[in-house]
């Protein structure tokens, strides 16, 4: 770029070090477009998503990328109307600062707060820039299927009219596989505007290592056990039921030991079973992404969960993490989805059925009875796919080439 440098504002509720996935793939992003020589400018929340009594500083430089974090943006997940209010006020002080950024050139917001898009296509349209919107998640469908919103009531409505707005002043969308696609195409018909780009493994902190020896499973007294792992974000999208009565069903095999590692409304189920006393279940928090490589290396297999009838509103990003450092999967969900097709090229796990917890057993004996040679061809055929179709310099390549001609002046 000649002369100083256009500045791409992206606002996002949640940036790193939050733990949360978004932060970290925005976090990529910014530091990708800071490289190729923007000048970027992020708004963001001043305390944690999970964790409110997380407190981050008010403005820093991290990897050349100018981060402002703004007061009364989190106050934590206890209800929805908390979240609102703070979603609310994250939204206005952005869009009030966004007025007068400097030298402004393009706005990239994604669903983190949900209406995002609709403050982002309020100031681009105020401000006269070009806007890119990183659909991660989809509301008011996500709301719907988890039972929260009735498909008719006034604030499902009012979304959607949001959505239509936020498409038409896009000049880009990202969505995350061909079934968010056709969600979002029913919406408003922007078929030149969509983009098809999954989220991308942290490759750098994801090594294929063994489960033995390992720090984290030393560290946390697994022992020689089979570890099933899920490790991410417990929400109502990702129902581990099926997963917590197979625990039930195995808890005399002392060799088993079943980690839930992360935070969400669904870890309650999890920390039920427990006090009910489970013996073979452990609870664990939200590791810090510096680590979670040998965090999520710890598993014999690890467990991805996406409810059938979220299938195109949420995408299943846990599944390449656990690819990447080379884990079978369990997958509970169904086959028509993102998962079930990245199963189709190559055998590197289960699918199963929610509900169907004598499945979960006989898959978990399976794969127990395969010993460590077969799950490791399992885990190898996974690598492979992350390698080919998942690469995250390809990815994250072909992202920020999307923002780049967004930002172009229009022909």
Not at 38 to 63: F, K, N
Not at 277 to 303: K, M, Y
Request: charged residues 20%.
């Amino acid at each position: 770029m000649s002369g100083k440098p256009k500045t791409l504002l992206i606002i996002t509720q949640v940036y790193v070090p939050d733990p949360a996935a978004v932060g970290q793939h925005v976090a990529d992003v910014a530091r990708e477009m800071a490289r190729r020589g923007w000048r970027v400018v992020v708004y963001t929340s001043a305390r944690g998503y999970d964790d409110p009594s997380q407190r981050y500083p008010s403005r820093e430089w991290l990897d050349g990328v100018d981060v402002r974090r703004l007061p009364l943006s989190s106050f934590g997940k206890h209800s929805i109307p908390i979240r609102l209010l703070a979603q609310a006020c994250f939204m206005v002080q952005a869009i009030a600062l966004g007025l007068f950024t400097r030298r402004l050139g393009l706005v990239m917001v994604s669903t983190s707060p949900p209406f995002a898009g609709i403050g982002g296509a309020m100031l681009s349209w105020l401000r006269r820039v070009p806007l890119v919107w990183w659909v991660m998640d989809l509301n008011p469908d996500q709301m719907v299927t988890s039972g929260k919103l009735s498909p008719r009531s006034v604030i499902t409505k009012a979304f959607d009219w949001m959505n239509r707005v936020t498409l038409r002043r896009s000049r880009a969308v990202v969505v995350l596989d061909r079934f968010m696609q056709a969600r979002v195409l029913a919406k408003l018909h922007v078929p030149k505007k969509l983009h098809v780009l999954p989220p991308w493994p942290h490759e750098d902190v994801l090594k294929a290592v063994p489960s033995r020896p390992n720090a984290f499973r030393d560290e946390q007294g697994f022992g020689d056990a089979f570890v099933v792992m899920y490790s991410g974000n417990h929400g109502i999208q990702n129902p581990l039921k099926t997963l917590l009565d197979a625990a039930r069903l195995l808890e005399e095999r002392e060799d088993l030991l079943f980690v839930f590692i992360g935070g969400g409304a669904g870890k309650i189920d999890v920390e039920r079973r427990i006090a009910e006393g489970a013996r073979n279940i452990r609870s664990l928090p939200f590791q810090p992404l510096s680590t979670i490589g040998t965090s999520l290396s710890a598993a014999d297999v690890h467990v991805v969960s996406l409810a059938n009838e979220a299938v195109g509103v949420i995408h299943p990003c846990k599944i390449y993490g656990a690819m990447t450092i080379g884990r079978p999967v369990l997958f509970f969900g169904p086959k028509a989805s993102h998962v079930g097709d990245i199963f189709q090229a190559g055998d590197i796990g289960r699918v199963i059925a929610h509900g169907d917890a004598s499945a979960a057993v006989a898959a978990i004996r399976e794969l127990v009875s395969l010993g460590e040679d077969g799950r490791e061809a399992m885990g190898s055929r996974a690598t492979g796919i992350v390698s080919t179709s998942f690469s995250s310099a390809g990815l994250l390549a072909r992202f920020c080439d999307i923002l780049d001609d967004a930002g172009r002046p229009s022909r």
